[in-house]
């Protein structure tokens, strides 16, 4: 399997989750950070994470402290160390919900969490970088890189939806322009991913899903903050109420 987790590329993508931590609780932040990376797929199951020395760079922590880190995530079955020249720290697949058992699990997550301050919160933080997209407007380059993101999920096998849909919103949030935005917003998916994680992918829902991402995008390169905003207000009720569904 190809590498792509190596390399500054890599590392670039890692820079919605990964910032310096502060002195005191460099350890918790730090595994707080890199949880997110996995759970939001930013590096997916099987590839490699970037190496020590550059994650321990980025968030400003000592390697012994990353290996810490590592060491518990190693425990809780997330990730797995390989020796040898291709080795390294490997994330790996997420156990799947069992069949049948999705919406009790789902229940029992959603006891951990204020699912309407969570949901909320996440509408807040989309609507507010989609229209600060549209309202700046985007470069040829950011213009490129959220048609990419949408081009991913449109081409996405079922299974690999999820991630590619994370990445798209992480994408927009990015592009917005403030790196605080972008961090909280990543900390409020992983709560919502795992939620989701507990419901199956219906095709229909994903299709609307997909017609209301084109005319996002749409909307944002035309510079079109107003039907931004609204485009992503209905696209997080979407969410909303199919969560809310589930738990009837």
């Avoid at 350890?27 to 939001?40: K, M």
């Avoid at 789902?106 to 309202?135: H, I, P």
């Avoid at 798209?168 to 990015?174: D, I, N």
Wanted: hydrophobic letters at 45%; one cysteine or more; a negative charge.
């Amino acid at each position: 399997m190809a590498d792509t987790a190596s390399g500054g590329g890599a590392m670039a993508r890692l820079n919605p989750v990964l910032r310096q931590v502060r002195a005191g609780s460099g350890f918790e932040e730090a595994l707080e950070q890199i949880l997110q990376v996995v759970r939001l797929g930013l590096v997916p199951a099987g590839e490699r994470l970037p190496p020590e020395r550059e994650l321990a760079e980025r968030m400003g922590i000592s390697r012994v402290t990353l290996r810490e880190v590592l060491k518990v995530l190693q425990e809780q079955g997330l990730v797995e160390a390989r020796r040898g020249r291709y080795g390294g720290t490997f994330v790996l697949p997420r156990p799947d919900t069992p069949v049948g058992g999705g919406e009790d699990e789902l229940r029992r997550r959603v006891a951990g969490v204020d699912l309407e301050d969570v949901l909320r919160f996440r509408e807040v933080l989309e609507v507010g970088a989609a229209g600060l997209c549209a309202a700046q407007g985007l470069s040829e380059e950011e213009s490129e890189r959220l048609l990419a993101a949408l081009a991913a999920t449109q081409d996405a096998p079922l299974a690999d939806y999820r991630r590619r849909d994370t990445l798209f919103h992480l994408a927009l949030c990015e592009l917005a322009g403030s790196p605080t935005l972008t961090a909280q917003y990543a900390a409020v998916r992983a709560a919502v991913n795992d939620l989701l994680d507990c419901i199956p992918l219906l095709v229909r829902n994903l299709e609307h899903s997909q017609q209301q991402h084109a005319a996002l995008v749409e909307a944002v390169l035309e510079r079109d903050a107003d039907a931004a905003r609204e485009v992503m207000r209905e696209h997080c009720c979407g969410t909303a109420a199919l969560l809310r569904g589930f738990l009837a």
